[in-house]
């Protein structure tokens, strides 16, 4: 059984890393999880963030999104939400309540000082930045990482992407590490 993870909505963000989480979560390396509340944040903070994308395409994606992961969304965590004590944001007790609710052993976020392990080792979970994550998951097993990433390279063809165009993508979506070992991986 792969351990469960909730991504944070602000990973959900860069369409890439975005696309290699889901990919990740469907992997079998690990199970993903969200709430409906977390895909609204991060679909309310693309169309503040980038005006200039059609409503209806971003609709599309959120939907696409959606039913991407077999039993991805987390329900039943609302009731959890006042007990989260601790958090520097109260916006973000959702997010541990969810994940407690789904037996979560990481929440993947690049804030991680908006998760403090102070607050999570009392669930027995830990927040990990996404090249941490992703990282991890290269250790764990390096071959399907690196298919993952040839197939995200493979599916994009309007103008074609290589691995390396993917790779670059990632690193400036905050994976420096994880990047640079996939590069020795993929001999790019």
């Not at 991504?7 to 969200?34: E, H, I, N, T």
């Not at 200039?52 to 077999?70: G, K, V, Y």
């Not at 298919?147 to 599916?155: D, Y």
């Amino acid at each position: 059984m792969p351990f469960i993870v909730v991504y944070d909505a602000c990973v959900l963000y860069p369409a890439p890393l975005r696309d290699l989480l889901v990919r990740l979560g469907l992997s079998g390396l690990c199970q993903a999880k969200w709430t409906r509340r977390i895909l609204d944040e991060c679909f309310h903070g693309i169309a503040r963030q980038r005006p200039d994308l059609d409503p209806q395409r971003l609709a599309r994606s959120r939907r696409l999104l959606e039913t991407a992961i077999p039993d991805v969304h987390v329900e039943g965590y609302e009731e959890l939400i006042e007990s989260i004590h601790g958090l520097p944001d109260v916006d973000d007790r959702h997010v541990v309540a969810a994940a407690i609710r789904c037996a979560a052993q990481v929440i993947v976020t690049s804030n991680l000082k908006d998760f403090p392990s102070s607050v999570l080792d009392r669930y027995g979970m830990e927040a990990q930045h996404p090249d941490d994550f992703v990282r991890n998951l290269i250790g764990l097993d390096e071959t399907t990482v690196v298919e993952i990433i040839r197939a995200q390279a493979a599916i994009l063809n309007a103008p074609p992407k290589t691995p390396a165009d993917i790779l670059e993508r990632l690193h400036d979506s905050g994976l420096p590490v994880s990047v640079a070992r996939l590069k020795q991986l993929l001999g790019v």
